[in-house]
């Protein structure tokens, strides 16, 4: 691993009596960089990023942040990390500006020390500062746990889930402000169960079943994709995804929205024999294009066990 690492994690195993939620993981995270977690619920996210945080204590393996190991320097590493657990966790009953000052109190420092980290952040939500917390939306809500996390000026940001559950506009908006953090330099971990978030990290590791199934820049797991892949359509979607995984020469069909996902085993496959078949089954309207692989592709492709 390298020594412009801040997180490296070596060979890192948790159970939880017989489950088995990571299984000898290792990866690093580059000083600077913006690095997500992709993967569905119970991959494995949330226990990981309870260790890099010092919460959870893993059963073999090792962890270190910039530097300091996760279990003997726990004390000195909480000063130095900023965490947004999944879960709305800030007091619900306290205003947001009392919120904002008790976390501030916490490292003993003051909002006013580092507001300019914080600035572009939490002067969107600054208008309604005497409002108790548990009455903002999903989004406001966001945005003042992020700016609780930040405070204290972290070096390293661990944000677990931060778009899960908020309304589009504001998944967009929370990643231009994690971009804006990125540039002042701080490292920002992050995972989500959104695969279109992906393009939106320096680099990812693609996780499952407690598994990294590939760690490279999104653009890099894309090219790693090698087999042909099609957009089929026609007027009966659900018919249409049960024929095609009955293609001679089908290795995968998944449904994305309102087209299939075709990829095949051969590539000499031309679209007029995927038309063709689909004909001799009675479908209407068929329309076949070649795509080039999204991460979620990619990803329903390291989960048939074959790495592309």
């Given at each position: 691993m390298s020594t412009n690492s801040s997180i490296i994690a070596n060979n890192v195993t948790k159970r939880y009596g017989e489950r088995l939620a990571l299984d000898a993981i290792s990866f690093d995270v580059r000083k600077g960089e913006l690095f997500g977690f992709i993967g569905p619920d119970?991959?494995?996210?949330?226990?990981?990023?309870?260790m890099i945080t010092t919460l959870l204590v893993p059963?073999?393996?090792?962890?270190?942040?910039?530097g300091l190991d996760i279990?003997?320097?726990y004390v000195k590493l909480r000063k130095i990390l900023g965490y947004m657990p999944g879960r709305f966790s800030l007091y619900q009953d306290l205003t947001v500006e009392e919120n904002l000052r008790f976390f501030a109190g916490i490292f003993k420092t003051t909002p006013e020390a580092n507001y300019d980290l914080v600035k572009d952040i939490y002067s969107q939500i600054e208008p309604f500062k005497n409002r108790k917390a548990g009455k903002l939306s999903g989004g406001m809500k966001q945005k003042l746990a992020l700016s609780c996390a930040l405070i204290h000026k972290p070096e390293v940001l661990v944000l677990d889930e931060p778009t899960t559950g908020v309304d589009a506009v504001s998944r967009i908006e929370f990643w231009e402000m994690l971009a804006k953090l990125r540039a002042s330099g701080i490292t920002i971990v992050v995972s989500t169960p959104y695969m279109d978030e992906a393009s939106?990290?320096?680099?990812?590791?693609l996780i499952q079943n407690g598994s990294i199934m590939d760690i490279a820049t999104p653009e890099g797991i894309r090219n790693n994709y090698k087999r042909d892949l099609w957009a089929v359509k026609s007027d009966d979607i659900y018919r249409l995804l049960i024929d095609l995984r009955q293609f001679k020469s089908t290795w995968?069909?998944?449904p994305f929205?309102?087209?299939i996902h075709l990829s095949l085993k051969e590539q000499k496959i031309l679209p007029s024999e995927i038309v063709t078949f689909l004909q001799s089954s009675s479908h209407q309207n068929i329309q076949v294009s070649k795509i080039e692989p999204s991460v979620e592709d990619c990803f329903m492709e390291l989960m048939q066990g074959v790495k592309s």
């Open positions: 119970g991959a494995g996210k949330t226990s990981l990023f309870r059963d073999s393996g090792s962890i270190t942040v910039e279990v003997k320097d939106r990290c320096d680099r990812v590791a995968t069909a998944f929205g309102e087209n």
